[in-house]
């Protein structure tokens, strides 16, 4: 079965190190997101890609960056950790979409970062 | 950036109980969606709605789309504990476009 995996699930870092989160997904899906999710927040986006080669700023993107070079993976990358970071990050795709039926989404489970 | 607003934010109510979730925004989508979320996972899509006034059923849960677009209700009939879980509407615009998603409501079903 097609999916959307994150890898590592869990992480406790060091602040200042660099971080990198990996997403991959067999959908071939043209449409990946990173979110992040904090307690009274909801799920804010960091960034997303419509495509390969293509990538775009979300609203909290700040101190991360993403890389699309292939359909099926979107790395999202902390350039130096901070505590404010610490978070859950959920990587998503989603087919290019049909203004009719909407946009639907697929998470993956997401992965548990400490900053320490 | 469009807000979504979620209410309430946390529930907690008897199993058998009726409960409705609201989701409100003072922007207009073309799309509203409601995801659940189990503690450990990631969101999971339970219905689009696209139309304003379009009302959809998934067995006893029941959706509706305000007409302006801007807001959508999350109905539950006789909840079970199976239901507990965190909801979050989600808004659209356009087939490519990015979600906003809302605040999420954290709804606990007691046996």
């Known amino acids: 079965d097609a999916e959307i995996t994150q890898s590592p699930r869990h992480k406790i870092t060091e602040t200042g190190r660099q971080v990198t989160l990996a997403c991959h997904q067999t959908w071939n899906h043209n449409n990946m997101f990173w979110y992040r999710q904090d307690l009274g927040h909801g799920l804010r986006l960091i960034h997303y890609s419509y495509g390969v080669h293509d990538t775009n700023k979300g609203e909290v993107s700040d101190g991360y960056s993403v890389s699309r070079s292939n359909t099926e993976d979107l790395p999202l990358t902390l350039e130096s950790a901070a505590s404010s970071q610490t978070s859950v990050y959920f990587c998503?795709?989603?087919?290019?979409?049909?203004?009719?039926?909407?946009?639907?989404?697929?998470f993956g489970e997401g992965s548990w970062l400490t900053v320490v | 950036t469009q807000l979504l607003e979620q209410s309430p934010q946390f529930l907690s109510i008897q199993e058998g109980e009726n409960l409705t979730v609201y989701c409100n925004s003072s922007?207009?989508?073309?799309?509203l969606q409601w995801y659940r979320q189990e503690p450990g996972e990631g969101p999971v899509l339970l219905v689009t709605?696209?139309?304003?006034?379009e009302v959809k059923k998934l067995k006893r849960l029941t959706f509706q789309f305000g007409d302006a677009r801007k807001d959508s209700s999350l109905h539950i009939t006789a909840a079970q504990t199976g239901d507990t879980g965190l909801y979050l509407c989600?808004?659209?615009?356009?087939?490519?476009?990015?979600?906003?998603f809302g605040t999420g409501t954290r709804l606990t079903i007691i046996p």
């Open positions: 998503a795709s989603s087919p290019t979409g049909q203004r009719s039926s909407g946009n639907t989404i697929y």
């Open positions: 922007s207009v989508f073309s799309s």
């Open positions: 709605v696209v139309t304003g006034g």
């Open positions: 989600a808004g659209g615009r356009g087939g490519n476009e990015k979600l906003t």
